[in-house]
């Protein structure tokens, strides 16, 4: 299921305070048709994405059979509801959809929804009965397979009925092997199901018309999508509001809702204990309050759980990326906050290294303008480049010997501050190309021909390195103006921007927006940000799995490509071979590195992993050795830290997250860092001249 784009996502959202919206009712099944509205924004869409998308799509019978599957997918994601005998019913509208969105008549879409919501009905009545007679056999050899987005349609209602008896019984096992007692297990399952049911039956004729359009906008590319008028409110609303709540970008991943990023700064991030691919399975509000159950919920419905003011407590259940299903979850306390622009501000430190070279780091975490600030004509409003530069002055005041930019888990921001901030290492030259629907190349320039910093410079990536991070990254790395060190980045290299639907109507009427990608980056070398992003010059091996994230791992995302390169001079060229050489030494003998590339083998497996044990015993044996490999991981770093060895993995989880900082005591962030320093102190001292390294 990983990396699906389940339903209604694109529309994920970021974690405000104040609750939007009216309370879902029942709609009847009846209600479930198109209207004249939404007849006619499907043609507005059409007209749009074929005259301004970056693509220009054109609407055919290939992409209707596209559309097809990717509704069928957005709907049943794990083929649990449908039959194979269900899709062959549906499959008259396989070369009808793209007629159907260019002529506004939805009937097809709708026609399936309708059939679909009977069969979820249907589904969670058989599912609560088998689960109240509980007639399981824990001790019964017989597999699962949980992730089922790749399999074939099952043929008929009895392949479904032994499907939903295994899924059952792992989600009685896993909230067993979790320690619940029985009677509790059943009351949560059964609360679950039932709560499918219903939110399936408070969708109506706008969640399906949004839920079909966004089939055919991520057929296109996976950064497209519709935001229903509803949707369009709530959207604005969150924009209007200072940053409260937890700090978290969140999306639906088939049943569970899944943690995208977090937001500088946040609560979530400041915890240290939330990371990208994390689940949330439960929400309780304060110290006591009881924890609610969220897989299958809707994902603005746990949104509006999450959300609360200032200073209130909300508890999560989180099952972290690296356990899965049927895995250990863990509970962590947060305090909602407001997220100002100075929690996410570019920050710095001096590392000594041990062969005596003084670095200075600067962190980060995005690509920040206060735009408010600059509009009102305030002339010392915060960015990204000036506080860069104020950190510059002041490593260079103390003397450092080289300049670490620490771009980790930056997703991007501001283009002008990519732009702006390149331009403080560099004299003057282009820095980025922006090529729009037409064909037109636009060269972004530093407008500054000051180079405020001109010492040795390396910048550290990871795969959550995103958009503006690839233009200033990509941009030192074709100036040869210094070191790229890490991980392969993202791969975010498109545009985006809000079309406002009612425009292309007589009268102003608010119809929705369509999030739509029309242009794309290309690096000063001529080549793209997108698909591949920017591959560091000493490649670290923490990168396995960066293969298998970001914009490689999207359906339908654009893919690399290539413009003429931008005039610019190099600024000099340094060979990173004899520095990748020295940093894999030392890399083999590090136990820091040893301890990311054991937690990665073992999340790549995990996330490969299809099928599950259904026998108790054979869990419960899992489980521990699970459990024990990462315990006997975490404690041969501590001991590498100089730390005393944990028990268990429950004595860190016992200590309550105070949510004042972020923690990492084992420095399990400083790991790729401190090489880097290696790296860079390496190439340092590679250029002095040997008197100076005698003296």
């Known amino acids: ?127 609560v009965a088998l689960l109240e007679a509980n007639e399981f056999d824990f001790e019964r050899e017989e597999v699962y397979q949980f992730d089922r987005s790749d399999a074939d349609w099952l043929p008929d209602m009895a392949a479904l009925d032994d499907l939903w008896r295994q899924r059952i019984k792992n989600d009685m096992l896993s909230l067993r092997l979790s320690g619940k007692p029985e009677d509790e297990i059943i009351e949560t399952l059964s609360k679950r199901y039932r709560g499918i049911a219903r939110r399936i039956s408070q969708m109506g004729p706008e969640d399906v018309f949004q839920a079909f359009v966004n089939a055919y906008t991520l057929t296109v590319e996976p950064h497209t999508s519709y935001m229903s008028p509803r949707l369009s409110e709530n959207f604005d609303i969150g924009m209007r509001l200072s940053l409260q709540g937890i700090g978290a970008v969140l999306r639906n991943d088939s049943e569970y809702t899944e943690v995208q990023s977090t937001v500088p700064g946040g609560p979530a991030a400041r915890s240290g204990e939330i990371k990208g691919g994390d689940r949330i399975v439960g929400v309780a509000q304060g110290r006591d309050g009881e924890m609610e159950d969220v897989v299958g919920w809707r994902l603005q419905d746990v949104v509006e759980l999450i959300r609360g003011p200032k200073d209130s407590i909300v508890r999560l259940n989180i099952l972290p990326k690296n356990q899965r299903v049927g895995g250990r979850t863990r509970e962590l306390l947060l305090v909602r906050d407001e997220i100002k622009l100075e929690d996410k501000a570019a920050k710095s430190e001096i590392i000594e290294t041990d062969n005596g070279v003084s670095l200075g780091v600067i962190e980060i975490p995005a690509f920040y303008r206060d735009f408010a600030a600059q509009a009102a004509g305030e002339k010392d409003f915060r960015s990204t480049t000036r506080d860069v530069r104020l950190l510059i002055d002041d490593l260079q005041a103390k003397h450092v010997d080289g300049i670490i930019i620490d771009l980790r888990r930056n997703g991007g921001g501001s283009l002008s501050e990519a732009t702006e901030l390149t331009g403080l290492f560099i004299e003057k030259g282009p820095v980025v190309q922006v090529r729009d629907s037409s064909g037109k190349v636009e060269v972004e320039r530093d407008p500054d021909p000051e180079q405020v910093y001109a010492g040795p410079l390396a910048v550290l990536v990871d795969r959550n390195s995103a958009s503006a991070s690839e233009i200033f990254a990509g941009a030192i790395q074709d100036y040869n103006r210094g070191l790229i060190l890490g991980e392969p980045t993202f791969g975010k290299g498109t545009v985006q921007t809000l079309v406002d639907l009612g425009r292309f109507l007589r009268g102003k009427k608010d119809i929705g927006r369509l999030r739509l990608t029309m242009a794309q980056f290309f690096r000063v070398q001529g080549g793209s940000t997108q698909h591949r992003g920017v591959r560091p010059d000493i490649v670290f091996p923490t990168a396995k799995g960066a293969a298998e994230h970001g914009e490689r791992a999207l359906k339908n995302a654009l893919p690399w490509a290539s413009i003429q390169p931008a005039d610019h001079s190099l600024m000099g060229v340094t060979s990173v071979n004899t520095l990748r050489d020295a940093s894999q030494r030392r890399i083999a003998k590090n136990p820091g590195f040893q301890f990311l590339v054991a937690e990665e083998e073992e999340l790549l497996a995990l996330e490969r992993r299809k099928m599950i044990s259904l026998r108790e015993s054979v869990r419960r044996a899992e489980w521990d050795e699970r459990e024990q490999a990462r315990l006997d991981r975490r404690n041969r770093l501590r001991a590498f ?42 190439h340092i001292l590679s250029e002095r001249p040997r008197t100076a390294l005698i003296n």
């Open 641 to 682: 830290r100089g730390l005393p060895p944990l028990a268990s993995l429950d004595q860190e989880d016992d200590e309550e997250v105070a949510d004042n900082a972020e923690r990492d005591e084992e420095g399990i962030k400083r790991i790729m860092l401190e090489e880097s320093a290696n790296v860079l102190a390496d």
């Open 1 to 127: 299921m990983k990396h699906h784009l389940r339903f209604l996502i694109g529309l994920f959202a970021v974690l405000l305070a104040a609750g939007v919206g009216a309370k879902p009712t029942i709609v009847e099944i009846g209600e479930l048709y198109a209207n004249e509205q939404q007849r006619q924004v499907a043609l507005i869409i059409t007209q749009v994405m074929e005259k301004f998308h970056y693509r220009k799509p054109q609407l055919n019978d290939r992409m209707s059979a596209e559309i097809f599957d990717r509704y069928l997918e957005s709907l049943d994601a794990n083929r649990s509801f449908f039959t194979a005998t269900d899709i062959a019913r549906f499959e008259e509208y396989r070369d009808e959809l793209d007629d159907s969105l260019r002529t506004g008549k939805l009937e097809p879409a709708f026609s399936i929804f309708r059939q679909f919501r009977e069969l979820v009905e249907q589904r969670i009545t058989y599912a």
